[in-house]
């Protein structure tokens, strides 16, 4: 197998591709700016700032090794929600979502040299109606600090969602099977 180089510094990207059985992997991450244009959809902005990080991981990377960056963001009503600054803006994004529909959008890129893919997954993260306390005591688990959306369906904050239309592992910052089909194209089959 080609060496691959995934160019984030996520745990839960790691986690994921040890899980669907690429191990060895050596972790780059390149320094970046998350900007976009303007008036982009969200699949439009998640794939625009993951070909920016295989642009920058690129000079970080021979031409034979295989690239994987992703950007995976939170989108309610077409509005994005970042990682929270703090308790109460995570408070503030939280009671958003609580009783509704939004979408995780992750973009994923693979390159080997001047071969690049980019390509995105969507998935509809529907949150059941939550008191303000049980609010505050998810993010009194610290767990809601440091995601985008304020929550991790990997971990408590699960108890929060009532129901998903897509790829789960999409809402953990990764959509696998898509990965998979992308990496096939670069002779990669993770089945074989």
């Known amino acids: 197998m080609a060496r691959i180089v995934l160019a984030s510094g996520s745990p839960r990207r ?4 040890q899980r669907i059985g690429i191990t060895g992997f050596d972790v780059r991450v390149p320094e970046t700016e998350e900007s976009y244009p303007a008036g982009l959809s969200p699949r439009e902005t998640v794939e625009y700032i993951s070909r920016e990080k295989s642009d920058a991981a690129a000079a970080l990377c021979t031409a034979e090794e295989i690239v994987i960056t992703a950007d995976t963001m939170v989108f309610l009503d077409d509005a994005r929600l970042g990682k929270p600054a703090d ?3 995570a408070l503030r994004m939280l009671t958003a979502l609580q009783g509704r529909r939004h979408t995780v959008c992750t973009g994923v890129t693979v390159r080997r040299g001047d071969e690049i893919l980019t390509e995105s997954e969507s ?5 059941r109606p ?3 306390a049980e609010l505050l005591a998810y993010i009194r688990t610290g767990e809601p600090l440091d995601k985008a959306g304020a929550y991790g369906v990997q971990g408590r904050g699960a108890l929060l969602v009532e129901r998903l239309d897509g790829d789960f ?4 910052g990764l959509p696998v099977l898509r990965l998979s089909r992308m990496l096939a194209r670069f002779g990669i089959h993770l089945l074989n």
Not at 14 to 17: G, S, T, V
Not at 123 to 127: I, L
Not at 169 to 172: A, E, G, K, P
Request: proline share 0%.
């Open 14 to 17: 790691q986690e994921l591709l």
């Open 87 to 89: 308790e109460a803006d």
């Open 123 to 127: 998935t509809d993260v529907y949150f």
């Open 130 to 132: 939550a008191s303000e």
């Open 169 to 172: 592992f999409n809402v953990m």
